[in-house]
């Protein structure tokens, strides 16, 4: 059985802002579609090199459930019949534009923030 986790659980402690400015043919969306893609990828992530100290705390199987972290949001983007996946809330203001793209900010929060975050925004 996998771990389930939920990303909106207070030790987590996300530093989302809350913030979401939506463009044209975006809306929010439930957060279910936004974890389950981020789930795909997180164990995409394990599989790699930099997957290696959470393999041995997580044994491969992880399902993330609930809601994104405190202050994310999750916003479809459909411009012409694709559905693309947003995440917005990153204290610069910039919007994650997939699951795999959010992965290395959820594994910061995961570690509870005591490394140095590898997202491409911080």
């Not at 019949?81 to 203001?93: A, F, M, Q």
């Not at 795999?100 to 995961?110: E, T």
């Amino acid at each position: 059985m996998a771990a389930q986790i939920d990303l909106s659980a207070p030790i987590y402690q996300g530093d989302g802002t809350g913030n979401v400015i939506l463009g044209a043919n975006e809306r929010i969306e439930p957060d279910t579609e936004a974890l389950t893609a981020i789930t795909h990828a997180f164990r995409r992530m394990l599989n790699g090199p930099q997957g290696v100290g959470l393999r041995v705390e997580i044994f491969y199987q992880c399902q993330f459930v609930g809601s994104l972290p405190a202050g994310f949001t999750h916003v479809r983007y459909d411009p012409t019949g694709r559905r693309d996946l947003r995440i917005h809330g990153h204290p610069s203001g910039r919007v994650y534009i997939s699951g795999p793209d959010f992965v290395p900010h959820i594994v910061w929060l995961m570690r509870l923030r005591l490394d140095d975050c590898q997202c491409r925004f911080c």
